[in-house]
């Protein structure tokens, strides 16, 4: 797959932001003849997913956008979760993370909140502690069980130090095995950093490989989450953000569109529009609201059902505030969330590997996830939140 990038997709010099700027006019017309030729001449387009999925994809991307409910991201490597256990002081053993889990998908009530789960491989063949299979647990809960599909990122040759997302190749075998084994819906991340340019290269890059994930998830009956991340690293402004996020939209959905991709069995989690982690601006819920759903309006056709935002870093309170004013008035889609640290921070530390706090980890995830619903119904007010909720959690250069 990546020399067929590479063949498509010509590298480019790093892009100033007048060059960004010049380039808005035409990606607007591009991606506006891309939307007119899918919905006037379906005739010419073949969707490429299969009819004996067509409906359920559909079913399943509106299950998950239900109202009061988001995502439950933990789908972290098994690397990754070494490091959430290591904070805590315990070792990274597969016992461990099982058990771990096991907690955050027993939680009672939690598909209250809560309509899908993403997990990791290990996570979508393990049982829990009890013996019981996790994905049966998770249906149990009415929450949908989905995987991560996507292999990391690696360098990104010929850029400007950046990275794209490798996974493609064996992709339709797993996501078929990923099907029979009860995932509904599945997650590709890839990157985009703003201080390292973003280069043209890395862009289309990024948007073709998301394009392509998805279309071969929706064969295998898997609804897609596209995620294309603009990583907050940088000393950017919200302007900056905006301008780049509506370059990298407008990337994708024009790919998605060439690669047939049926945009009513879609999921997109994007990263909200905020000000750089290390910016000395800061902005308001209100700002970021305002700027995220100008872009959404500007960018994301209405046929998309769900819009579930990534946390990147914020803290857990910073993320349910800025969704909770993005949903103060009405939207054409649902807008939720996809958060893995955003919900977890405060219950794993509550826990801290003890058998006797299993409860009290439980109910701060469930507190949690109850802030999100209502703000996801724009009801959250933010009152009563913990001095560790309000904690950010940005890590430069943070690897997932």
Known sequence: MASTSATLLKASPVLEKSEWVKGQSLLRQTSFVA??????APSRLTVRASSAYADELVKTAKTIASPGRGILAMDESNATCGKRLASI????TEANRQAYRTLLITAPGLGQYISGAILFEETLYQSTTDGRKMVDVLSEQNIVPGIKVDKGLVPLAGSNNESWCQGLDGLASRSAAYYQQGARFAKWRTVVSIPNGPSALAVKEAAWGLARYAAISQDN????IVEPEILLDGEHSIDRTYEVAEKVWAEVFFYLAQNNVMFEGILLKPSMVTPGAESKDRATPEQVASYTLKLLRNRIPPAVPGIMFLSGGQSEVEATLNLNAMNQGSNPWHVSFSYARALQNTCLKTWGGRP???????DTLLVRAQANSLAQLGKYTGEGESEEAKKGMFVKGYTY
């Open 35 to 40: 939307a007119v030729r899918r919905h006037v």
């Open 221 to 224: 009956g898997l609804v897609p």
């Open 356 to 362: 006797e706090n299993v409860k009290a980890a439980q």
């Open 89 to 92: 002081g315990l070792e990274n």
